[in-house]
């Protein structure tokens, strides 16, 4: 059962546009009044179990995940 901040987190990448800017763990982290390592620690549960898409960026060659952004709409077949 997700947490409380999960639950906020999703909520926040509901309303993103799954093409635009991701929400950045510091974004996140500001909107909610914490800090962006527990908004990380959220961040790789929710990629984890498939609720959110990874933002990566390269830090010194190494992908390191930095946001999240919405799953993209499932296409209808």
Known sequence: MPNDMELQIL????????SGRP???GDLARAFGV???LIALHAKQLVAEGRAQPSMINVRGVPTLHGLMP???PSVT
């Open 71 to 73: 799953l993209p709409n």
């Open 35 to 37: 800090s962006s390592d």
């Open 11 to 18: 909520t926040v990448l509901q309303g993103m546009n799954a």
């Open 23 to 25: 929400a950045t763990f």
